[in-house]
């Protein structure tokens, strides 16, 4: 029965955000087919933005109102509303309507806010649920959280999603080749992907490489249908789970009246190991427990600011500059590092059962360590098109491990801060999945105007790239 639950609350968790993670692999077949055309990454990510409102409204009325709420009503709704609207992707992505004088994905958009909506709010409503079941199985949920992005990219690898191809185009006598924009499975170059110098004219309009998207092993259609298939796996999987929670394997304590705020979030009676200390009583008498209680509150604060920090990194700066870091050393590159820093999230998370740490000072340096994985990468992505070691396999195999190292670290700090907080109280995991949006949002707002508005970052096609030796 442990290991059905351990399954069980692998596959809860991984409705968490599984949709949007699936979304975001499609996009480079999405991008083919409709309007928006590559703006549609901007949508997304302001859609998705927007609902944070959802979990917004629920850390209100737990502040506000406590105890107005229940846990399982909320993520069955959830769950049920990003199964149907999976379903509705297969059949709606690609309608478009008149808006303004021009096609637009409105259904798209509309569908794309309510799995954001699902998505967002599980980060409030799946966590303070899982602080009625023993501590261990918290880990279990990462890794099904893990599972939610790992899932739909191999999917979108089976798919052959985003997967490109030299072709050699030629062009008229006497024309300079301009950029690509024209098919649907050409991309679109900026302004300075042009030929190398030197080269004479009649050479250059003979024929010239561009990047084509290789068709795909099956449609968006096909894709979606898997996405609510495994949706609505995550519903059965937590309609079992809370049936199990109520016969016995819950914890004992009534968690679901607790206070939703700072004051009210105290450690345990019992969490921390050991038996408890008579002398630790007397001493904290004797200080009449007004040192004692401020120590706690700034200690929960490092960890939300810890908490917000690592989500702001994991889940809004970096991903936004992954293709610029990456695609610079080949689509190969870009592909391990997307694939093996997938594959690493659920691979931490069972590390971290087998190798627990919930040393603070420990988890900040490991966070530290995995920041500077990131700022490598981030420094990459500044440089492309033509980033250090460029054209060596040395660089390849640098950007591979960089990806995969900070995927790594920042998932066993994310983890164990999750079991410390979960050792505390229901509250602190209500406030621990709200740090996690504010990290996620802020991070997010922070990048948003440096790749879309002052194109800070350029592109790089392996197949034009000329970088100076």
């Not at 993670?21 to 996009?27: A, H, K, Q």
Request: glycine content about 8%; hydrophobic content about 45%.
């Amino acid at each position: 029965m442990a290991f059905l639950t351990h399954l069980l609350v692998s596959a809860f968790g991984m409705g968490s955000w599984v949709t949007i993670n699936g979304l975001w692999v499609e996009v480079p077949l999405l991008v083919m087919e409709l309007p928006e055309g590559w703006f549609l990454p901007s949508y997304l990510t302001v859609l998705i933005q927007l609902a944070n409102v959802g979990p917004l409204l629920v850390t209100l009325l737990h502040h506000f109102r406590p105890g107005c709420l229940s846990d399982v009503p909320i993520i069955f709704a959830v769950l049920g509303v990003g199964t149907v609207t999976c379903t509705l992707f297969a059949f709606l992505w690609n309608k478009t309507s008149w808006v303004q004088g021009g096609l637009h994905s409105i259904a798209f958009m509309v569908l794309t806010f309510l799995l954001a909506l699902v998505d967002c709010t599980s980060s409030v409503t799946f966590l303070p649920f899982m602080s009625q079941l023993p501590t261990h199985y918290l880990t279990t949920f990462f890794v099904g959280e893990g599972l939610s992005g790992l899932l739909p990219a191999l999917v979108a690898l089976a798919q052959g999603s985003g997967l490109t191809t030299c072709v050699n185009v030629t062009t008229p006598s006497g024309t300079t080749p301009s950029p690509v924009t024209s098919g649907k499975n050409s991309i679109s170059q900026g302004a300075d992907d042009t030929l190398p110098s030197g080269l004479p004219t009649a050479a250059a309009s003979s024929g010239h490489l561009e990047s084509r998207y290789l068709p795909a092993n099956f449609s968006p259609f096909v894709f979606f249908l898997l996405l609510s298939f495994m949706m609505a796996g995550c519903l059965v999987a937590f309609f079992v789970l809370q049936r199990q929670s109520r016969h016995g394997e819950a914890s004992t304590e009534d968690l679901r009246t607790s206070q939703a705020t700072l004051d009210s979030i105290q450690p345990r009676e019992g969490s921390a190991p050991g038996p408890p200390d008579p002398a630790d009583g007397d001493k904290d008498r004797q200080h009449g427990g007004q040192e004692s209680g401020a120590r706690p509150r700034a200690h929960l604060i490092a960890i939300y600011v810890l908490v917000a920090l690592v989500n702001a990194l994991t889940n809004g700066v970096l991903p936004s500059v992954q293709t610029y870091s990456c695609l610079s050393y080949g689509p190969l590159a870009y592909h391990l590092s997307a694939t093996l820093g997938a594959m690493a999230n659920p691979l931490t998370c069972l590390l971290s059962i087998f190798l627990p740490n919930r040393s603070l000072p420990f988890l900040g340096a490991l966070a530290m360590l995995g920041t500077g994985f990131g700022a490598y990468n981030m420094a990459m992505a500044v440089m492309s098109p033509c980033p250090l070691l460029q054209g060596h396999w040395g660089g390849e195999a640098l950007i591979v491990t960089s990806w995969v190292l900070f995927s790594s670290s920042m998932s066993y700090v994310k983890v164990m801060l999750g079991v410390i907080l979960r050792d505390r109280s229901r509250s602190a995991l209500l406030w621990c999945g709200a740090a996690v949006q504010l990290g996620s949002l802020l991070g997010a707002l922070l990048m948003f105007p440096l790749v879309n508005v002052w194109r800070f970052f350029s592109s790089a096609d392996p197949c034009t790239l000329h970088c100076p030796a």
